[in-house]
Nanobody, 122 residues
Framework: QVQLVESGGGLVQAGGSLRLSCAAS????????MAWFRQAPGKEREFVAA????????TYADSMKGRFTISRDNAKNTVYLQMNSLKPEDTAVYYC???????????????WGQGTQVTVSS
């Protein structure tokens, strides 16, 4: 089993930046593709970004392209989400997920963290 713990959420002003971290419990971290999803109140969980196990391939949702960057440090068993130019509509609970391959579908990721709240004020 894989345990994932997100951190780094908080309150920021519009236009600001925030970096989220997701720490994995397993030494087998490198066999997993990693992803970030988010869920705002009253909305469906949506794909944010994903990264391959080597870190050589990344995928972003259209609304996040150019603003968010996903990366991973396999030596630290950690994946990051750097968020810049934040907007109020980015307010959501952000979840880290691990799976076999990079996809945009939540059901294809068997392992999930507890989520971290990101709030962007106007």
């Amino acid at each position: 089993q894989v345990q994932l713990v997100e951190s780094g959420g908080g309150l920021v002003q519009a236009g600001g930046s925030l970096r989220l971290s997701c720490a994995a419990s397993a030494r087998t971290f490198t066999i997993y593709a990693m992803a970030w999803f988010r869920q705002a109140p009253g909305k469906e969980r949506e794909f944010v970004a994903a990264i391959s196990r080597s870190g050589g391939s990344t995928t972003y949702a259209d609304s996040m392209k150019g603003r968010f960057t996903i990366s991973r440090d396999n030596a630290k068993n950690t994946v990051y989400l750097q968020m810049n130019s934040l907007k109020p509509e980015d307010t959501a609970v952000y979840y880290c997920a691990a799976g076999v391959k990079v996809t945009t579908t939540p059901s294809e990721y068997p392992y999930w963290g507890q989520g971290t709240q990101v709030t962007v004020s106007s």
